[in-house]
């Protein structure tokens, strides 16, 4: 958006550093405007190379485009700079069962329900998450609701 004004002549050098491009690439994905919050992504991260945050958005984007590869090694470099985070986790979890490496699934999603998030948007995820290693490992138990049942 504001890159691309900027582009277009539409905005000067002064106004660019006020931009927030984190933001501007969240309302860009949620838009479905991939590459460009993409773009938006990759210039909030020219701010700050180790911003955990950015790196996220960034890995959901390439999940989105289908560059998984790229969103796996962005998930694992998150990871490298924050080993506990739950998004990344989670994300890279259930790319790797995807891509057939179903014991480092289950190691991630492990690590994720060791200190899973606790706000209330998250839980759908945990619980997500939950389920999906107990059809894995048969650990735990799979909720009675999950998956529902047909009348």
């Given amino acids: 958006m ?18 927030d491009y984190y933001e501007e690439g969240t309302v860009l994905l949620h838009q479905e405007k991939f590459h460009e919050a993409l773009t938006s992504f990759r210039l909030a991260l020219r701010e700050n190379p ?15 485009i289908g ?12 990871l490298e700079i924050k080993p506990h985070a739950s998004g990344a986790l989670y994300g890279l979890a259930f790319l790797l069962l995807q891509q057939g490496h179903t014991d480092d699934a289950v190691a991630h999603l492990r690590s994720f329900l060791a200190r899973p998030p606790s ?11 939950r389920q999906t290693l107990a059809e894995l490992t048969g650990e735990g138990e799979a909720s009675a609701d999950y998956p529902p049942t047909l009348p």
């Avoid at 504001?2 to 931009?19: A, C, I, M, V, Y």
């Avoid at 706000?119 to 998450?129: D, S």
């Fill in 2 to 19: 504001s890159w691309f004004k900027k582009l277009l002549g539409g905005e000067s050098d002064s106004s660019d550093r006020q931009t």
């Fill in 50 to 64: 180790s911003d955990t945050d950015v790196l996220q958005q960034i890995a959901v984007t390439y999940t989105r």
């Fill in 67 to 78: 560059m998984t590869d790229e969103a796996v090694k962005t998930y694992r470099r998150v």
């Fill in 119 to 129: 706000t209330a948007t998250a839980q759908r995820h945990v619980q997500h998450a």
